[in-house]
């Protein structure tokens, strides 16, 4: 190595340290371990690769209830428009083989290493248990409501009582603050928009116990007070009957797959209704066939819940001939599953009425519509904030 010389005592030159660097990296030679780690993360990289590639990719992400994204439509217009990238981003992240490893390592960083209190809106609290933050489309509501006030006009002429609720969304009962749904504004909304008709408050005789630990949902055996008060509300007697309870199984809601974390499970539990008679719309045949008021087939589906009156379905009529004499129209979300059986302890028949999946103007094809009944609309907040789902 040629002798080196200083511009300034004790300060190197810019050209020596350059000199001094090409020539080390020309007489050094990579050590054995350099050498095996490259080999090993090579190696890593190709074997990710090739499972990715010969496993079939899943057709359901069941931890998250939805399907993956399917792989795009190469074109050179998709590659121009910068679609294809796009989306073979979220097909590619999908179908990865650790993709449900990745997730849970990822929130435990933001839980409990971050200690962040939310993950994407994701949370985790100890008087609510999992949940998401679902902030209050104003708009968004106020079209929902009128939406239902349509709905609610098609009785006009038959002298109905009608009546409506609000279930909210179960974060209003966690200690914490939490930044989703307004219930005052919700309320006023719903007063404003549907002030002619009667309004039954739920919200102040509902608690965080109410609701499963890792699901949106209600549990039905924390909810018959619930349904006693809307009965009572709307006058109806409740037939005198002990109901045996069951259980249909432990299960994890919506939100355990979401956040990706290990949660306590939840048990699903349901009342035993003698007598009791449920017939669905069959949307094929477009007639009434007689089914299970609680269905333990689709409690081991995808969406557990589903147990309750098969989940989403367009039109169900329950029948209970021990019930006092009356009729019920409940028009429902996915709350009024596990609420139905219970409200039919006070009518001989109810209607269940889902206008995500049947338009308004359909109902006169399939139910009769008896003068005098009671009208019950019951929606949970994320269907009065998502307007589009209602056909009316």
């Known amino acids: 190595m040629s002798l080196l010389y200083l511009h300034e005592p004790g300060t190197w030159s810019r050209q020596a340290f350059d000199r001094i ?23 890593l990289i190709c074997m990710i690769l090739a499972l990715n590639i010969v496993l079939p990719a899943p057709a359901i ?26 989306r073979f981003e979220d097909y590619s992240a999908d179908n990865f083989i650790f993709r449900d490893a990745f997730r849970g390592l990822h929130a435990f960083m933001v839980f409990n290493i971050y200690m962040q209190r939310d993950m994407s809106g994701l949370y985790r609290d100890k008087n609510v248990g999992l949940g998401e933050f679902r902030r209050m489309d ?23 009582n009608i009546y409506y609720s609000l279930i909210p969304d179960k974060s209003i009962y966690a200690k914490n603050y939490m930044p989703g749904f307004d219930l005052d504004a ?112 689709r409690f081991s589906g995808i969406d557990p819940y589903d147990f309750y009156l098969r989940g989403p379905q367009p039109l169900i009529v329950l029948e209970n001939d021990d019930a006092p004499n009356r009729e019920l129209y409940l028009f429902r979300d996915s709350f009024g599953s596990s609420l139905a059986p219970l ?34 609309f019951i929606y949970g907040s994320q269907i009065f904030n998502n307007p589009s789902v209602l056909q009316a």
């Open 61 to 86: 992400l069941e931890a998250e209830r939805r399907a993956p994204a399917k792989m795009p439509e190469l074109s050179l217009t998709s590659i121009s428009s910068g679609s294809f990238m796009s």
């Open 343 to 376: 409200l039919s302890l006070s009518y001989s028949k109810v209607t269940v009425i889902d206008l995500r999946y049947i338009n308004l103007s359909l109902l006169d094809f399939f139910i009769d519509i008896i003068p005098g009944s009671d009208v019950l």
């Open 138 to 160: 104003a708009p968004a509501f106020r079209l929902s409501a009128q939406k239902v006030r349509n709905a609610a006009e098609t009785f006009k002429g038959y002298g109905m």
């Open 186 to 297: 919700a309320e006023s909304i719903l007063l404003d928009v549907l002030g002619s008709h009667t309004y039954i408050n739920i919200a102040d005789s509902l608690t965080a116990g109410d609701y499963y630990w890792t699901d949106l949902h209600w549990d039905q055996s924390k909810i018959e007070g619930i349904a006693n008060l809307l009965t009572a509300f709307m006058g109806a007697e409740k037939e005198n009957a002990q109901m045996p309870k069951g259980k249909a199984g432990e299960f994890h809601g919506l939100y355990a797959g979401q956040i990706a974390l290990p949660a306590r499970t939840d048990t699903m539990s349901y009342a035993n209704i003698e007598k009791l008679r449920v017939s669905y719309l069959n949307e094929r045949t477009l007639e009434f066939e007689d089914g299970p008021v609680y269905d333990f087939g």
């Open 21 to 43: 660097e090409v020539e080390f990296m020309e007489t050094r030679k990579p050590v054995a371990g350099e050498i095996l780690t490259c080999v090993v993360f090579i190696g």
